[in-house]
């Protein structure tokens, strides 16, 4: 997708959507021939973390980690990226979660606009569709 960064906006705003959660991971933010190892190698090394959405069962999906979590499962309802530095993310924007990207800023600081009403839903969604996600889980488990 197109790069919609506004550094001038985001400066300003200080990174408020990373200090509150971070964005998930879709399973097209890896390629299918690396998905397994990237995501096992960023799990262990606790960047990424396994969150699910509260249903009947455990959904699982994918981000990056809170600060000062140590857990592989967090089931977290909020908190600061990892990732994130005093410069903002470090991520190149097409390696950032699809839902970082596809945050858009608006016209002020942390009125932004997004195309769905819960990324962790439409997150959980898509990786319950992904089989190697869902080895992945039962290894891990
Ligand atoms: S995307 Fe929005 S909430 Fe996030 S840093 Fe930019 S202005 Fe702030
Ligand atoms: S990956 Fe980058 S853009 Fe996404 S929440 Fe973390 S610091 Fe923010």
Same mark, same amino acid.
């Given at each position: 997708?197109? &790069? !919609?960064?506004? +550094?001038?906006?985001?400066? /300003?705003?200080?990174?408020?959507?990373? %200090?509150?959660? *971070?964005? /998930?991971?879709? $399973?097209?933010?890896?390629?299918?021939?690396? @998905?397994?190892? @990237?995501?096992?190698?960023? =799990?262990?090394?606790?960047?990424?973390?396994?969150?699910?959405?509260?249903?009947? @069962? @455990?959904?699982?999906?994918?981000?990056?980690?809170?600060?000062?979590? !140590?857990?592989?499962? /967090? *089931?977290?309802?909020?908190?600061?990226?990892?990732? =994130?530095?005093? +410069?903002?993310? $470090?991520? *190149?924007? &097409? /390696?950032? $979660?699809?839902?970082?990207?596809? =945050?858009? *800023?608006?016209?002020?600081?942390? %009125?932004?606009?997004? $195309?769905?009403? &819960?990324?962790?839903?439409?997150? %959980?969604?898509?990786?319950? %569709?992904?089989?190697?996600?869902?080895?992945?889980? +039962? #290894?891990? #488990?």
């Amino acid at each position: 997708m197109d &790069n !919609n960064e506004n +550094k001038e906006i985001c400066t /300003s705003c200080g990174g408020r959507c990373c %200090k509150r959660m *971070p964005g /998930s991971f879709f $399973p097209e933010d890896f390629p299918a021939e690396t @998905r397994r190892e @990237r995501i096992l190698a960023g =799990l262990r090394a606790g960047l990424y973390q396994l969150d699910w959405w509260e249903g009947d @069962r @455990r959904e699982y999906f994918l981000r990056p980690a809170i600060t000062g979590d !140590n857990r592989m499962f /967090s *089931p977290t309802w909020g908190g600061q990226c990892a990732l =994130l530095t005093e +410069k903002g993310c $470090p991520l *190149p924007f &097409n /390696s950032r $979660p699809r839902s970082c990207r596809e =945050l858009v *800023p608006g016209t002020q600081p942390g %009125k932004c606009f997004t $195309p769905w009403d &819960n990324d962790k839903f439409e997150a %959980k969604q898509a990786w319950a %569709k992904d089989q190697i996600f869902q080895d992945l889980i +039962k #290894e891990l #488990e």
